[in-house]
């Protein structure tokens, strides 16, 4: 049951830095995509926030202390805090790769809880697995292969027809 303890108490404090690092982006982010992001990451800390609650209960539950130190909290965390010079691109790549890491402590937890058959902890842990890796979708889409992308091929592919269009018109008046 020790190693489960610690894994718990090493994943309480991976996300809170997470938490925190979505909320200080929520308000630092700006650019073009500003409102979009501000809302998407809006939405993700307050999701933590309910999640980080959960497991600290949960914690309580199997009669372990939830971190209380914010000093302990960043030295055992796995994911580091926000980056105080990120724009609104690093922000996207940082997030993405945290919530990846975090799916992945969650994967390695809930094979611990497993074997060792404490399946309330392992149900809870895949629900955080599901919750980050659909985080992990949603900020992939606004990677250069996502929606930015797509929306400008549409502009050129327009541009394209309109040019035709004045090309025939051309023809036709003369
Ligand atoms: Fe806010």
Same mark, same amino acid.
């Given at each position: ?5 610690? &894994? =718990?108490?090493?994943?309480?404090? $991976? ?13 630092? +982010? ?24 959960? =497991? ?5 539950? =199997? ?21 105080? $010079? ?8 940082? &997030? =993405? ?10 994967? $390695? ?15 809870? +842990?895949?629900? &955080? ?46």
């Amino acid at each position: 049951m020790e190693k489960l303890f610690k &894994l =718990l108490s090493d994943a309480q404090a $991976s996300l809170f830095v997470l938490f925190h690092k979505t909320w200080v982006y929520h308000w630092n +982010v700006v650019g073009q995509d500003f409102q979009q992001l501000h809302t998407l990451f809006g939405g993700q800390y307050e999701t933590m926030f309910e999640e980080i609650d959960r =497991l600290s209960e949960h914690m309580r539950y =199997l009669n372990v202390k939830p971190l209380s130190s914010l000093n302990r909290v960043l030295e055992v965390s796995k994911i580091k805090e926000a980056s105080s $010079s990120a724009n609104a691109e690093s922000m996207i790549s940082d &997030l =993405l790769q945290s919530n990846n890491d975090f799916c992945d402590i969650m994967r $390695s937890i809930s094979e611990e809880a497993e074997t060792q058959k404490q399946y309330a902890t392992a149900n809870l +842990v895949q629900d &955080l697995m599901e919750s980050h890796g659909k985080f992990v979708w949603m900020l992939r889409s606004f990677t250069d292969s996502g929606s930015k992308k797509v929306q400008e091929e549409i502009e050129e592919i327009l541009e394209f027809e309109e040019q035709i269009i004045e090309e025939v018109e051309e023809t036709t008046e003369e």
